[in-house]
């Protein structure tokens, strides 16, 4: 009976981990769109006032049960993987 | 023209991060569901075959642009996020 319960949550579990698979892959096709729209404009790809509207926008939105601490850590970890994707980019376009 | 465009794509991006926030959120909830059950049951909270089983999930349904390696960074510091929380639902706990 409990272990059915656990399986149901897992499953439950899985599909919030595919839900946010799918989620950071379309923030990271986004970034580099953003790249590239920026490279075109001649602007910095890191904005660090950016980042900040970000992470604010993120504190008035959240009803927890996350701290905005724990949440400001993992952001700031899904920022960084999108300017690396942006750099990955832009090396490779600066070999072709 | 350019800003706009550029203004575009950063609202977009901005709705993204705020499903991330939910879905964050939602899935730190259900681990501590998951902790609960586990707890009634004498079970142990962190499960490495579980976790094991998770990222092997995300491998098989990631289409990027991100690599794996970094997914499989991101999605350990979600997992330890949720782990957190059990441990500090455990101390209070405790301490009633």
Redesign the interface.
Known sequence: M?NE??EA??G???D??????N????????????GR??E??GMNRYDPV?ERK?LD??EA??????ELA??K???K??FK?GL??QEDNHKKALLV
């Open positions: 409990s319960e656990l949550l897992r439950q579990l899985d919030i981990n595919l839900e946010l698979l989620f950071i892959n379309k923030r990271a096709e986004l970034v580099q769109e953003i729209v920026k075109k404009q950016r970000m926008l993120i939105h959240n009803e927890g049960p996350l724990s949440l850590h993992i952001f970890e899904i993987l690396d994707l």
